[in-house]
């Protein structure tokens, strides 16, 4: 693939030295350390406010099976435990937040060694990237989380003559730990589409070649969710089906890229075979002066 000269006095004046470029990753790291700092440091001071929006999936589940959802109840049995539960909580909660301007210096970092027609093709998939995030912890917070509690409520045990009583009271640390695990699993898998975008834009995959690995993806599908989600069978399979899905979006975007890139390629072919023709065409003859 030829380059043009455009393109090649845009790379070389976007060129600096190793020492600018330090400093301007220097520059690039302090924004996005300070950002996730502010955030951080937000979250810790609603830390119980937000703990407390957590449980609420919890309470959805007892619901569920039928007990009362104002007796929800959660222990720690550490001094420290629920103390670190709001730090880990805090951070999580900061990376999530501060991820949009984390994200946004790196794309301008590397934005300058970049093509013009390649700045434009990453910038939807920056976009793309938090909002899928978002899809699948929301997917986890409205529906997977009070499946998976309510699978653990349904094993409990009513005090009887011949039994004893077994109830559920969670540790803070341990739910904390479950929903974190599902929110991050599902948020990553719903990445698939964007990384099989990217990959069939430079030519690493194609969609030819994810619709024949069709049946290798569906086994690991289902081996990546046993690996991610706890040890139950609803939140492996509720991961594996989604997983599944995507792949399938996955198939129909690495289409639609190769379909507009083959649009590309043939109107820049006709460009440059006009271009050619202009060029080997004779010049005129000047027109005549008027008598």
């Not at 007796?71 to 880990?88: C, G, N, R």
């Not at 499946?147 to 969670?170: C, E, K, N, R």
Request: glycine content about 4%.
């Amino acid at each position: 693939m030829s380059v043009s000269d455009k393109e090649k006095d845009e790379i070389e004046q976007s060129s600096a030295p190793l020492m600018e470029h330090l400093i301007e990753l220097r520059r690039r790291l302090i924004w996005s350390l300070g950002g996730f700092f502010v955030a951080f440091l937000l979250c810790f001071f609603f830390a119980k406010r937000l703990f407390n929006l957590l449980v609420v999936p919890f309470k959805w589940a007892t619901e569920w099976a039928g007990l009362d959802p104002h007796k929800v109840e959660l222990i720690y049995t550490a001094p420290q435990e629920f103390f670190f539960t709001q730090v880990k909580l805090a951070m999580f909660g900061g990376m999530v937040i501060a991820f949009p301007l984390i994200a946004t210096q790196i794309y301008k970092f590397i934005a300058p060694g970049l093509y013009r027609n390649e700045r434009n093709a990453f910038l939807p998939f920056l976009i793309a990237s938090p909002i899928l995030f978002l899809m699948g912890a929301s997917l986890v917070y409205f529906f997977f989380t009070p499946m998976v509690m309510w699978f653990f409520l349904a094993m409990q045990q009513a005090g009887t003559d011949d039994q004893v009583q077994i109830s559920l009271l969670p540790k803070v640390s341990e739910y904390l730990s479950l929903i974190m695990t599902l929110i991050f699993s599902f948020g990553l898998v719903f990445q698939l589409p964007v990384v099989t975008s990217l990959m069939t834009r430079v030519g690493m995959l194609s969609s030819k070649a994810l619709a024949e690995k069709r049946k290798w993806a569906i086994v690991i599908a289902f081996v990546v969710a046993a690996v991610l989600t706890p040890p139950d069978p609803m939140s492996q399979i509720g991961l594996a089906i989604p997983t599944i899905l995507l792949y399938e979006v996955s198939i129909w975007a690495a289409r639609w890229i190769e379909r507009d890139q083959e649009k590309q390629r043939l109107a820049r072919e006709r460009r440059e075979a006009a271009e050619s023709v202009a060029d080997k065409a004779p010049d005129e003859p000047p027109a005549p002066a008027a008598s």
